[in-house]
């Protein structure tokens, strides 16, 4: 039996997810926010699956987690990050020596159609607030029931948001 696959995102009220290979927006507690998914409560953060263009669209390796990049490509440099050619293949390595019992998958879209039929959770920081984009994800059908929420109001230059999780319904 596979672990747990969680789906993190942020999205846009009108769907975007990404713009040019970057977030349309800075929203420091999203962020950090982030990084309490991935890093868990285990001594070494959760392996997280995902494509070559969010790879290509980090500062660098996240320190404590594990980075698997899932491409078609054959020849590409991927630094410390390992690289996988198929969904088995990335759930495989991501099961191997994983103390934090359960894996993330952060993007981009593509990564996350692949996916979606296979995650348990979804966390998505809901933007409220429409912004300009090249990548989208529509909302969530039938299979997911909301079961936590956590509503923040715009602050500044900031917009408002929520936290939300999602489980599949059974």
Avoid at 31 to 49: D, Q
Avoid at 76 to 90: I, K, Q, T
């Amino acid at each position: 039996m596979t672990m747990p696959l969680v789906l993190i995102y942020a999205r846009a009220a009108n769907g975007v997810i990404g713009r040019n290979g970057t977030l349309p927006w800075h929203l420091p507690a999203d962020l950090k926010h982030f990084k309490a998914l991935t890093m868990g409560k285990a001594a070494a953060g959760k392996p997280m699956i995902m494509g070559r263009k969010t790879f290509d669209s980090l500062p660098g390796m996240l320190p404590g987690r594990r980075h698997i990049v899932l491409t078609r490509r054959e020849i590409w440099e991927s630094g410390d990050a390992e690289v996988v050619r198929s969904a088995s293949e990335a759930i495989a390595v991501a099961e191997k020596d994983n103390a934090a019992g359960e894996i993330a998958v952060i993007g981009g879209a593509a990564i996350y159609d692949v996916f979606m039929p296979l995650a348990h959770r979804i966390e998505i920081t809901e933007i409220h607030a429409d912004y300009d984009g090249d990548t989208f994800m529509p909302p969530l059908d039938a299979h997911w029931q909301e079961t936590a929420r956590s509503d923040h109001p715009a602050e500044g230059d900031y917009p408002a948001y929520s936290f939300v999780t999602y489980e599949r319904v059974q």
